[in-house]
C-alpha cells in the first residue's frame, strides 16, 4: 500500500510538471482590418484590447490596411483569394459595393445564428436604415458621422458677432464671413472638407432634394441615375464658386485636406465630419464652437442630414467555429457602455437609443454641447440640448426637421468613383474651368456611365 501511494504521488507530480510545461491554450484570432488613424486608431485599437481582456477565448486583431477605399479594394481581393478578415470597416459609399458582392455575411444571420440577442430596435433609424436591405441589418453599424458647422468663436467676437449664435442660413453665413474679413478676423470666412460629402450629397439631403433616381438607389441598381445637375445643385455650387472671388469661400481640397485652414484660424467657419470633435477638442486652440448645417430656406424643406462613417462587415470564408467569436465581439461593440464610450472618446454618434439617453441623463449632452449638434441634425430635434432628464419624463421635443426618403441614404454602385468624378468637376467650376451648369452636367454624365456598369457587373 505504502508502495502503491509513492508510486501515484510521483506520477501526479509528473503530471503536473509536464502541465506546468505546457503552454497556455492560444485565444482564437479575429482579424479585423479598419481604415483609421491618428487619435481614432487609437481608440480604435483600445476598444478592441478592452474585449481582448474581457474574455479568454478569442483576441481581436486590428490591422489598417490604407485608407476607406484602399481597404475596401483589399478586403474584396483578399475574399476572392479565399484569404478574406473575419470583419472589414467599411465607409459608407462602399454599401452597394459590398451587398451586391457575395463574400458578405450578414449580421442579423450571424448573430441569430449564433443566438446572441441584439436590440436592434434600439438603434437609431437614420443609422440602421442605411444598412439594411429586406428588412435585415447587413453591417454593424460602428463609426458614424454627420457633417456639422464648426465655426470659431474669438474671430465671431473679434468681428462683432454673437459667439453662441452660429449662422442658420448660407444667407448668414455669408454676411457673417464679410463681418469677419471687414474687421480682419480671418482671411477666409469659410472652407470645407469631403465636398461632394457635405456640399453636394448632404445639401440634397438636408434640402429635401433627391441625389440620384429610383429613390437614391435604394429602389434598384439598374437604370439609376444622378440628378445632382437640376436647378438645387447649380444654385448650391455655383454659389460657392461665386463666393471664392470675395474669399467668402475658400475650397481647401478633398478629404480632410481643408481642416488646417480652420484649425489654424485661417477660415473662421467650417463643414466637416462631426467626427472631428474629439481631435479639434484636443488640438483647437482657440474657443470654437458647433452648429447645424446652414439651409437656403424657402422653397426648400429642411431635411435630416444623412450619415457618413463606417460599419463593420463580416466576411464568408473563415472556418465555422471562428465565426461564434465574431459575433461575441460584435455583441461587445453594441453595449450600451461601450456606444458611450466610444462616442465620447472619438465624436462619433452614440447609435442606440439607450446609449443616448443614458448620456442624457447623465448630462453629457448639456455639458457638452458640441457632441449633441450631430445627433440633432440627424434625428431632427431640435439643435439646443435637453435638459437632463435626471429620472424625470421630459416633454417630448418638437423636431425642426423632417426624415424624408431624400434623407435616408444614398445606395450606389460604383460610389467611390462617382464621388471622385463629383469632385474633380466641383474643382473645374471652382477654378474658373466650367459653368456650375457645365461641371454637374459632366459629373452626372460621367457618372450615370458609372452606374451603368456596375448595373452590367452585377445584374442579377
Known amino acids: 500500500m505504502e ?22 491554450q492560444a485565444k482564437t484570432e479575429i482579424h479585423f482590418w479598419h481604415a483609421m488613424t491618428g487619435q481614432l486608431g487609437t481608440s480604435l485599437e483600445a476598444q478592441a484590447k478592452q474585449f481582448n481582456e474581457s474574455q479568454g477565448e478569442y483576441e ?6 490604407g485608407n476607406y477605399a484602399q481597404t475596401l479594394t483589399a478586403a474584396i481581393a483578399a475574399y476572392r483569394q479565399k484569404n478574406p478578415p473575419h470583419i472589414v470597416q467599411v465607409f459608407e459609399v462602399g454599401t452597394q459595393t459590398m451587398l451586391m458582392s457575395g463574400a458578405v455575411y450578414p449580421v442579423y444571420d450571424l448573430m441569430k445564428h449564433y443566438e446572441i440577442p441584439v436590440k436592434w430596435n434600439d438603434f437609431i433609424k437614420p443609422v440602421v436604415g442605411y444598412y439594411t436591405k429586406d428588412g435585415k441589418l447587413y453591417s454593424m453599424p460602428y463609426n458614424s458621422s454627420t457633417p ?3 465655426y470659431n468663436k474669438d474671430a465671431f467676437k473679434k468681428a462683432g458677432l454673437a459667439p453662441d449664435k452660429p449662422p442658420k442660413t448660407w444667407k448668414d453665413v455669408e454676411a457673417y464671413a464679410k463681418k469677419i474679413l471687414a474687421a480682419g478676423a480671418a482671411k477666409c470666412g469659410f472652407s470645407t472638407g ?11 439631403a438636408t434640402h429635401d432634394q433627391p441625389f440620384a433616381s429610383k429613390n437614391n438607389g435604394f429602389g434598384g441598381v439598374e437604370g439609376v441615375e444622378l440628378l445632382v445637375n437640376r436647378a438645387f445643385g447649380q444654385k448650391h455650387i455655383g454659389q460657392l464658386a461665386a463666393w471664392q472671388k470675395d474669399n467668402v469661400y475658400s475650397y481647401g481640397g478633398r478629404g480632410g485636406a481643408a481642416d488646417p485652414k480652420f484649425v489654424n484660424g485661417d477660415c473662421a467657419m467650417y463643414v466637416q465630419s462631426s467626427a472631428l470633435i474629439g481631435g479639434f477638442t484636443r488640438g483647437v486652440k482657440f474657443d470654437w464652437g458647433t452648429g447645424e448645417l446652414p439651409h437656403w430656406g424657402a422653397p426648400y424643406r429642411k431635411a435630416t442630414s444623412i450619415i457618413g462613417g463606417a460599419t463593420l462587415w463580416v466576411l464568408k470564408g473563415k472556418p465555422e467555429a471562428e465565426y461564434r467569436g465574431v459575433a461575441r465581439f460584435l455583441e461587445f461593440l453594441a453595449k450600451p457602455e461601450q456606444q458611450m464610450w466610444w462616442h465620447v472618446n472619438t465624436g462619433y454618434l452614440a447609435i442606440s437609443n ?3 439617453r443614458n448620456l442624457e441623463q447623465g448630462y453629457h449632452f448639456v455639458r457638452n454641447p458640441k457632441q449633441y449638434t450631430a445627433f440633432a441634425q440627424l434625428t431632427g430635434l431640435p439643435p439646443t440640448p435637453p435638459a437632463a432628464m435626471a429620472g424625470k419624463k421630459a416633454a417630448p421635443a418638437k423636431a425642426e426637421r423632417v426624415a424624408t426618403a431624400n434623407s435616408s441614404g444614398l445606395r450606389l454602385g460604383n460610389f467611390v468613383q462617382i464621388r471622385d ?13 466650367k459653368s456650375a451648369k457645365q461641371g454637374l452636367d459632366d459629373a452626372v454624365a460621367k457618372s450615370n456611365a458609372l452606374l451603368k456598369d456596375f448595373a452590367a457587373t452585377y445584374k442579377q
Open 3 to 24: 508502495a502503491f501511494s509513492r508510486r501515484w504521488t510521483a506520477l501526479a507530480v509528473a503530471v503536473g510538471v509536464l502541465l506546468i510545461g505546457m503552454p497556455a
Open 60 to 65: 481581436v486583431k486590428p490591422l489598417r490596411k
Open 148 to 150: 456639422i458647422f464648426y
Open 194 to 204: 469631403w465636398p461632394s460629402w457635405t456640399m453636394v450629397e448632404n445639401m440634397h
Open 354 to 356: 439607450t446609449a443616448v
Open 421 to 433: 468624378v463629383i469632385e474633380s468637376e466641383m474643382e473645374n467650376i471652382f477654378a474658373g474651368k
